[in-house]
């Protein structure tokens, strides 16, 4: 196997879905048949072994950065069957040194297909630092002005860090061009094309609260859809959308009610 490609998916404002994001688009490029390894990169308010159901390993990224212990002993097979190494949020490992994520994010890449990164958010020298160690980076943005501003900051730094824009992906999208920017806006405040747009769906939310990734949670759930289709174009695949998924979907609704 050669190695994997390392992506790291950033953006510039918090809570815009990076690390919903990144578990679910690692579980659907791994439901295509590709070996994935998630990377917990944000060092200071870890939460990506929540999203894939408060999933507990005792060996942490941080102890890998610090010399500590050795990756393979982090990186473990979570029961989606994707791989994943996680951070510590204990107070005292927060910004740890990332001098050798690089070496980490290689070793992953050894035995995957794809290393996706759950960067923080922010601009500042430890983003850049993580931003550094992946070979390409995908933006993670939502369609208001403020996100897109942001986003196109973080965009410059990685002009200028020479590191390769796989695209942005709008996430959140309430598809309503009246209170919301529309993917034409965004595409030229950013700079970059969009690969992918994720609509708001509750269902995020809930599959979180049931402590289960969302496409596992509700394959037919209009987020799942999107998240899909976006690691089919990754991957090259041809990705058919479930047939009648909103007519499934309200059938779905009233077996909850009765
Ligand atoms: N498409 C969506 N529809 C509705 N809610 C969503 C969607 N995507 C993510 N969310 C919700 O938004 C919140 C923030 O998501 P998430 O933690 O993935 O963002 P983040 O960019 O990783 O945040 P941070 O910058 O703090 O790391 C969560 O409550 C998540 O369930
Ligand atoms: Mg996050």
Partial sequence: MTNGRIIGLISGKGGVGKTSLTVNLGISLRQFGNE??????????????????????PVKMQQVLKGENVPEKAIFRHPTGIKVASS?????????????????L??????SDYVLVD??????PMVESIMSACDELMIVTMPTQTASTNAAQII?????????VLGTIVNKVDGNPEIELIDKEVEMMTETHIIGEI?????MKSSLFENQ?????????????GIKQIAADMDGQSYERPKF??????????????
């Fill in 245 to 258: 998924a909103p007519i499934k979907r309200k059938l779905n609704k009233f077996k909850d009610i009765f």
């Fill in 88 to 104: 510590s949020n204990e107070i005292n490992e927060v910004s740890p040194s990332t001098d050798n994520l690089r070496e980490i």
């Fill in 199 to 203: 609509p708001y769906d509750q269902k």
């Fill in 213 to 225: 990734p969302l496409v596992n949670y509700d394959p037919l759930a209009e987020a799942s859809i």
């Fill in 106 to 111: 290689l070793h992953a890449a050894e035995d």
């Fill in 156 to 164: 410059h730094k990685a002009k200028q860090l020479h590191k390769p």
């Fill in 36 to 57: 994935v390894t998630l990377i917990d990169a944000d060092f200071d308010a870890s939460n990506l072994g929540v999203y894939l159901g408060r999933y507990e390993h």
């Fill in 119 to 124: 960067c923080p958010p922010g601009l500042n």
